[in-house]
């Protein structure tokens, strides 16, 4: 036990810590811009895994990491605007429209890589990976430097996206349109703007934060593409985004926590514990942040409301 403490607060750890968080943060980013266009988009767990099949097939077939990353990116987009239009267009469910696609999403993968390597992943493949990036001044200071520098250029990418996101919300006309859709349609509607074309770029959008997370999967954590490599969190995702507000700061900050107890339990799978408790820490996780979350929510509110009712404020109240 000593060992594993040891192991936990060490700098290892911490660079493990941020190289588990990177493909939670773009998802979350992804689920917090739809959410602040009054949908959620569920539906990154497929657009994930279809970006990250995607950019591993175009770079071994291609050799090009950026028609890789292109063609990952343009396949979240596209995927992202095909779940715009099953949801406004022909007004199916967001829903229900998100986890067709991610079925969708899995079973075609696998039917593509059955069809195009004859086998259920692509490890024995060659696939391009996108290259780690030492940084020359922040590299030589003592215990932060091993943990911030030697990244792979994703990581650093993911950290870019939410100042990114933060300028895209509440710098922009557009992300002023995002934000006014989201807290109340008609009124953005009764000044011309069109909801549907908004709601629609948000989840364009999500796709490309989406399709980053995938191809940092399957072209940054490893070098290869398995049958939904993905392991939920896309949903993990919705969980950290609610967290944080879906606000910038906030999604990281939340995004960080679940990266840590999945690095936590890569590191307690050394124990003699189970396998199969131990994989499900992390969604045990999940599951207890998101219900101290409701809960907390929740009670001000049913305070506020038991107050109004009060006795005590009966004499405020004037009679016909």
Not at 258 to 269: K, R
Request: net charge positive; proline share 4%.
């Amino acid at each position: 036990m000593s060992t594993l403490l040891e192991s936990i607060f060490s700098v290892e750890f911490f660079f493990a810590v941020l190289r588990v968080s990177t493909p939670l943060i773009f998802p979350a980013l992804g689920v917090a811009i739809t959410a602040m266009s009054g949908n959620i988009n569920i539906g990154l767990e497929g657009i994930m895994l279809i970006a990250a099949f995607t950019g591993v097939i175009v770079s071994i077939y291609t050799e090009s990491l950026m028609l890789a990353l292109l063609a990952g990116v343009a396949s979240g987009i596209f995927f992202g605007a095909a779940l715009g239009y099953f949801h406004l267009k022909l007004k199916a469910d967001i829903i229900l429209a998100a986890v067709a696609l991610n079925f969708l999403a899995s079973g075609l993968t696998i039917f593509l890589l059955i069809v195009i390597t004859g086998g259920r992943n692509t490890s024995a493949l060659r696939s391009l990976t996108f290259p780690s990036f030492h940084i020359p001044v922040l590299r030589s200071i003592p215990v932060l430097g091993p943990i911030l520098s030697g990244h792979n250029i994703m990581t650093y990418v993911a950290f870019l996206s939410v100042f990114v996101y933060y300028v895209v919300m509440f710098k922009t006309p557009l992300g002023l349109r995002i934000r006014a859709v989201g807290q109340n349609p008609d009124a953005a509607r009764s000044v011309g703007i069109n909801v549907d074309r908004v709601k629609l770029y948000a989840l364009m959008i999500s796709g490309v934060f989406g399709a980053l997370g995938g191809l940092y999967l399957s072209m940054g954590y490893v070098s290869w593409f398995s049958r939904d490599m993905v392991a939920g969190r896309g949903f993990i995702a919705v969980a950290a985004a609610t967290m944080g507000g879906n606000l910038s700061f906030g999604t990281l900050l939340g995004s960080m926590l679940f990266g840590l107890v999945n690095t936590a339990t890569i590191y307690i799978s050394s124990l003699d514990i189970p396998s199969d408790l131990v994989q499900s820490i992390p969604y045990l996780a999940t599951v207890i942040v998101l219900a101290i979350y409701s809960a907390r929510n929740f009670a001000p509110r049913k305070r506020k409301a038991g107050s109004a009712h009060h006795p005590e404020n009966e004499h405020h109240e004037k009679k016909p």
